[in-house]
T-cell receptor, first 115, second 117 residues
Framework: EAQVTQNPRYLITVTGKKLTVTCSQN?????MSWYRQDPGLGLRQIYY???????DKGDVPEGYKVSRKEKRNFPLILESPSPNQTSLYFC??????????????FGSGTRLTVV | SQQGEEDPQALSIQEGENATMNCSYK?????LQWYRQNSGRGLVHLIL?????REKHSGRLRVTLDTSKKSSSLLITASRAADTASYFC?????????????????FGQGTILTVHP
């Protein structure tokens, strides 16, 4: 089944403790991206990647890192999480080849709480 | 920054009625997409309309795009209780806009649709 898999689904952590949220897709998509969703603020893009070793900042990149060493994986790294990073996080992917013809496929989300 | 803004913020209708949601955006786009999200879950892609298209259909969904007014609408006909969800429009950046290209997907705040049985 074509899908984007995020892990973990739920995570509670303490301020300052480094964490990684993994994202993997099995559709050979070039494009991958991370979003956070907060009440009243909607979905905001954190980082995106057009292909392996190509990443760029979205609207809210502060406090986050990403890497794209393989096409299928796009982990989101929080080096020193803070409570304002408590949010619902989504990973998405799309086949690019000039333009996304069929939209983006989203993962099921990771609910992160930083205490 | 929020590109798309949806209207209304919430919509409550009876099963069988049509639901119309509107989206406005600010800058030129490659395409506009509509997504559905059931509470706390991932977004599901519904339909994509390119900047050179004016109308598109998919099952009970009809999307229009007016690039002169920078607006789009999503019509769900003969709604069902299972259509209850949040609906988001998202714009994909314009490759000709210098610097901003595909991949800069920007979402609106969403419309919460409730369909009563």
């Amino acid at each position: 089944e074509a899908q984007v898999t995020q892990n973990p689904r739920y995570l509670i952590t303490v301020t300052g403790k480094k964490l990684t949220v993994t994202c993997s897709q099995n559709m050979n998509h070039e494009y991958m991206s991370w979003y956070r969703q907060d009440p009243g603020l909607g979905l905001r893009q954190i980082y995106y990647s057009m292909n392996v070793e190509v990443t760029d900042k979205g609207d809210v990149p502060e406090g986050y890192k990403v890497s794209r060493k393989e096409k299928r994986n796009f982990p989101l790294i929080l080096e020193s999480p803070s409570p304002n990073q408590t949010s619902l996080y989504f990973c998405a992917s799309s086949s690019f080849v000039g333009a996304p013809a069929y939209g983006y496929t989203f993962g099921s989300g990771t609910r992160l709480t930083v205490v | 920054s929020q590109q798309g803004e949806e209207d209304p913020q919430a919509l409550s209708i009876q099963e069988g009625e049509n639901a119309t949601m509107n989206c406005s955006y600010k800058t030129s786009i490659n395409n506009l997409q509509w997504y559905r999200q059931n509470s706390g879950r991932g977004l599901v892609h519904l339909i994509l309309i390119r900047s050179n298209e004016r109308e598109k259909h998919s099952g009970r969904l009809r999307v229009t795009l007016d690039t002169s007014k920078k607006s789009s609408s999503l019509l769900i006909t003969a709604s069902r209780a299972a259509d209850t969800a949040s609906y988001f429009c998202a714009t994909d950046g314009n490759a000709n806009a210098g610097g901003t290209s595909y991949g800069k997907l920007t979402f609106g705040q969403g419309t919460i649709l409730t369909v009563h049985p």
